[in-house]
């Protein structure tokens, strides 16, 4: 087997990480001992890592790769959002209702707008706590650190319920209360609801696909392109929140897009090929059933 390698009376695995992918997955190889001296037992462990290896590399390649789990970004989220509430407590007021306050010397370590309204605010937050606390586990650009920048909202909208009405949404994800129609107070960082991944559209598309064996190739290209230009349109939805309203929507996207687009104008996105064939010579309305190609 490719990488099932003796090593004396023992067995290990050992496979080398590709050049390019080695700062994601924060290695230059695996080697690991199996913990038998039995060839057959090696070989079932063998194969059973090289999927488990083959599942990272992939992840690697489309930059959903995952270093440190849910839980321990939870963790270091936690210990974020109590640092930051201890300094920016009062702060955070002070934002609020400047007219209120009285003039406060600060000490160093306050956040220079502790009432974030991007995410880039509160990134830059996250990292500058993260440097000075020396906590390296996440790299910045990864999708470790985009998983926590987005535990951190929920930190902090939850801790700031005076500020925003975003912890709504939170508990509302989590059932233990039910949503309330309610907007943000002072136009902080919006958060985007989370999707269970079974949900999204693609996977659910994919699924069909794997299900419907006897359809034709060319209803499953036509049917892909459909999924995809709606996908375009409104995101990968949760297809439990898919309404009526979406598929007019799109509808009437079709209808303003050629029916017969160059090539270039093609390979765009829905939206911006949308955008183009309005300022082009071609205008003509397509039908609304036919598959936007």
Sequence with gaps: MKYLKPRGDWFHFERVVQKELRGVLGRTAWREALNTDSRVEAEIRCRRRTVETDEDIRQAKEGTFRRVSDNNLDDIAVQWGIDFQQINRENIARDAFP???????????ETPTPIFRSKSELAK?????????????????????????????????????????????????????????????????????????????????????KINKKLGASARTDFATSVRRFIEFHGDMDVTQIRRVHAEQFRDGLMAMPVRPPHKVRALNMKKCKTHSNNGPQKRLRNSAVVAE
């Design 99 to 109: 007219d209120v306050w009285d003039h406060r010397d600060k000490i160093g370590d």
């Design 125 to 209: 937050s996250v990292s500058k706590w993260l440097e000075r606390v020396q906590c390296y586990d996440v790299i910045e650009g990864s999708s470790d650190w985009t998983a926590l920048i987005e535990a951190c909202l929920d930190e902090y909208l939850v801790s700031n319920p005076e500020i925003s009405n975003a912890w709504v949404k939170i508990h509302t994800e989590q059932a233990t209360i039910p949503s309330p129609d309610i907007s943000n107070v002072y136009g902080t960082v919006e958060r985007t609801p989370k999707i269970d991944p079974k949900h999204k559209l693609s996977i659910v598309f994919e699924n069909y696909l």
